[in-house]
């Protein structure tokens, strides 16, 4: 069995006196795609932000409990700037950087001391081909990155944080936004990346879960009702509330 990524231990998370997270009991396992999944406002985008510590910048914000990355207690790593290349998100809404093509990738390696212009290029290129993206763009890398369609910026957003080599790619519903043709791209992007890296995607769409999830997680009002593999929790789910919800009563 593939090694543990990420433990989270008694996770509770509060939005000042709101407890949006109860209890919560996971382990994440390396490679693959783990689907977070459950009705709107049961904590997803909470939980997936918990484990790049995104929540730290919200006023009013406070965490009990553990989250161990590949065993290290997260709120005991000094250099987040690290931590977050190597967990890396990527948003709903593409949001490229004001700047060209070439520089909006480059501007993590940049950030990570990378200034020889061969290296730049050979990374941005490697990062571009990844993301099934450089046939695209390969001959406007100066025009800026706005210029991109919808698809096509988000699979950018995706190369940029592949360029700076993480472990792990945490994603917020990353095709919510996006049209079927560009949503299926991305899917078939995610498939090929889970190979190499861990992936971990909240996605409203019970068929994207089905068609991309390796593992699922069910939040229901905060708490974890059930986990698992995929395919078995859909065939046969355990708890009354992932019936309901996946058979659209609830959602
Ligand atoms: N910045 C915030 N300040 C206060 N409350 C928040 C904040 N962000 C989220 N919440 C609350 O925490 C709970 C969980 O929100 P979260 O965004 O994690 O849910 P979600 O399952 O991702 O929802 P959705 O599917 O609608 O995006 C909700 O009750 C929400 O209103």
Request: charged share 25%; proline share 4%; net charge positive.
């Amino acid at each position: 069995m593939s090694e543990v990524v990420f433990e989270i231990k008694n996770l509770y998370a509060f939005y000042n006196d709101h407890c949006a997270l109860q209890n919560v009991n996971l382990k994440i396992r390396e490679k693959g795609i783990t689907a977070i999944m459950g009705p709107s406002g049961c904590g997803k985008s909470t939980l997936l932000r918990c484990l790049n510590r995104l929540n730290d910048l919200i006023v009013g914000f406070s965490l009990k409990g553990q989250i161990l990355f590949r065993g290290q207690d997260i709120y005991r790593i000094k250099d987040l700037t690290e931590y977050r290349r190597r967990v890396t998100m990527v948003f709903q809404k593409p949001n490229p950087f004001p700047m060209s093509i070439f520089d909006n990738i480059a501007y993590g390696l940049r950030i990570h001391g990378v200034t020889k212009k061969s290296i730049l290029r050979e990374k941005v290129e490697q990062a571009l081909r990844m993301a099934a993206l450089w046939d695209e763009v390969k001959d406007k890398l100066k025009k800026p990155a706005v210029q991109l369609s919808g698809g096509q910026q988000q699979r950018l957003c995706i190369a940029r944080a592949l360029a700076v080599e993480p472990e792990v790619l945490l994603l917020d519903e990353p095709t919510s936004a996006l049209d079927p043709i560009a949503t299926t791209k991305i899917e078939r992007l995610l498939e090929e990346l889970a190979q190499q890296y861990t992936v971990v995607i909240v996605t409203h769409s019970m068929g994207q879960a089905l068609r991309i999830s390796d593992e699922v997680v069910f939040l229901y009002e905060g708490r974890l009702i059930e986990n698992g593999e995929t395919s078995a929790i859909v065939k046969m789910p355990r708890h009354e509330v992932t019936k309901q919800f996946l058979t659209g009563k609830i959602g």
